[in-house]
């Protein structure tokens, strides 16, 4: 069985240019989180979503960062106009339901370098 | 708001040691709490979980209870083996709503 599939795995920009990170839950899972990890910190969450809908942005950036979750594809983290400060690895989590008892199940991450 | 406090490392045991690594939260209601494992260039793993209180989580040799007198989550392992270096995370998911809150990470280095 598959896991939680991101893509890239290492993913380099100049400041200015757009970053697009990409996120296949697991099978099975409708549910989507995505974190941002600095170095040497924990995990921030930054948005929750199921099929087409955003249900938690609370701890995304109210600027140059979105999210979506397609009916069909994969989860899109999009960041415009990327500046050096978004360097940092970018986690996906999927679960089955959204209740509070589940483990959410991570992929391998993206990681963010900008030149 | 929730949050989690985590033993800060880096934690460095020679093989075969007892193994120790705090965390406490903050919380409003019953909080599910987990444990969660990042090894180098990968994502993180479910180590282990506890979802009321008194409830032991183990895998792998790992042991936590979840405390709610004490607010404490603390991960135990008898006797470790170098495959177990790794960054370590405490985690705890809200008892409403969607969100996930971790701590900042224990590195720990096992050595022969």
């Known amino acids: 069985n598959a896991g939680v599939m991101q893509n890239p795995r290492h993913l380099v920009r100049r400041r200015g240019q757009e970053a697009r990170l990409r996120c296949s839950p697991m099978k099975g899972h409708s549910h989507v989180y995505w974190y941002r990890q600095l170095p040497e910190e924990g995990l921030k969450f930054m948005v929750y979503?199921?099929?087409?809908?955003?249900?938690?942005e609370s701890g995304m950036p109210k600027e140059r960062f979105s999210a979506e979750f397609p009916k069909e594809g994969p989860s899109i983290l999009r960041i415009q106009q990327v500046v050096r400060g978004d360097s940092a690895a970018y986690f996906c989590?999927?679960?089955?339901?959204?209740?509070?008892?589940?483990?959410?199940?991570f992929g391998d991450g993206t990681r963010l370098s900008i030149l | 708001g929730d949050s989690v406090t985590q033993m800060e490392g880096p934690v460095t045991l020679s093989e075969e040691a007892f193994l120790t690594i705090n965390c406490t939260y903050t919380a409003t209601g019953y909080p599910s709490l987990f444990w969660y494992v990042q090894y180098p260039g990968e994502g993180l793993q479910l180590l282990l979980k506890?979802?009321?209180?008194?409830d032991k989580g183990s895998n792998k040799g790992f042991e936590a209870t979840y405390r709610k007198e004490t607010t404490s989550f603390h991960l135990e392992k008898g006797s470790v083996q170098v495959s177990d270096s790794a960054v370590y995370f405490c985690?705890?998911?809200?008892?409403?709503?969607?969100?996930?809150?971790f701590g900042t990470g224990t590195s720990l280095t096992v050595i022969p």
């Open positions: 979503l199921q099929k087409e809908n955003i249900i938690d």
């Open positions: 989590a999927s679960s089955p339901t959204a209740q509070r008892n589940q483990p959410q199940h």
């Open positions: 985690a705890l998911s809200e008892a409403t709503g969607n969100q996930f809150y």
């Open positions: 506890a979802t009321k209180a008194d």
